[in-house]
Structures are given as C-alpha cells and as structure tokens.
C-alpha cells in the first residue's frame, strides 16, 4: 500500500503561483510514475503532470506548459507541483497520484486550488 497526502493548496489571484506538495509513504520503492490530476464538479479528472520516479520524463497538459513545473525530492519521498501564473481555469481539487504499472494506482485525498479573478 501506498499513502499519499497533499498540501499547498489555497486561495490565490489570478497571476499569483502555489506550491503543492505530495508526501509518499509505504511501499514506494515498485512505483513507476507520479501525477498530478486536477477535477471540477461535473467533470472527469485530468491529468496535469506525469512524472517518472527518476525525475527523467515529465510531461505536461497543454494548458499548463510553460506555466506548472512538477519535481520530486526523493529523499523526503515528496513530489512537488509549482505553479505560476495561475489562471481562474485553474481552480479545481488537484490530487497526487502514484501508479504501479499494471498494478495499483493510489491517489491522495486532494487539495482545494482557487484562483481568484
């Protein structure tokens, strides 16, 4: 089992930045990828960032490039989600994911994102 937990989220102006965190615990060491996700009511959840666990492929959605840059500190287990420049689109619950390929997929709780306009 993997345990997730999210912090950082908040309330921000539209152009401000956050900085979210996900600390790992548990069994971590057969993880392939980590992710971010974000989810409106009424929607599905989509995916924001996917990273490796070696930190060597990173992709992004097109409406953040250039904008989210998504990192990990292995030694505290903790991967990170800054983002800047944040628009009012970006308001939604954004949730850490862990995936095992062909396993299990764990999410975190979630963390509230606002951006005021």
């Known amino acids: 089992q993997v345990q997730l937990v999210e912090s950082g989220g908040g309330l921000v102006q539209a152009g401000g930045s956050l900085r979210l965190s996900c600390a790992a615990s548990?069994?971590?060491?057969?993880?392939?990828?980590m992710s971010w996700y974000r989810q409106t009511p009424g929607k599905q959840r989509e995916l924001v960032a996917r990273?490796?666990?070696?930190?060597?492929?990173?992709n992004y959605a097109d409406s953040v490039k250039g904008r989210f840059t998504n990192s990990g500190d292995s030694a505290k287990n903790t991967v990170y989600l800054q983002m800047n420049s944040l628009k009012p689109e970006a308001t939604a619950v954004y949730y850490c994911n862990a995936l095992r390929k062909f396993w299990a997929n764990y999410w975190g709780q979630g963390t509230q994102v606002t951006v005021s306009s």
């Open positions: 990273m490796t666990v070696d930190g060597v492929s990173i």
């Open positions: 548990g069994t971590i060491s057969r993880i392939n990828y």
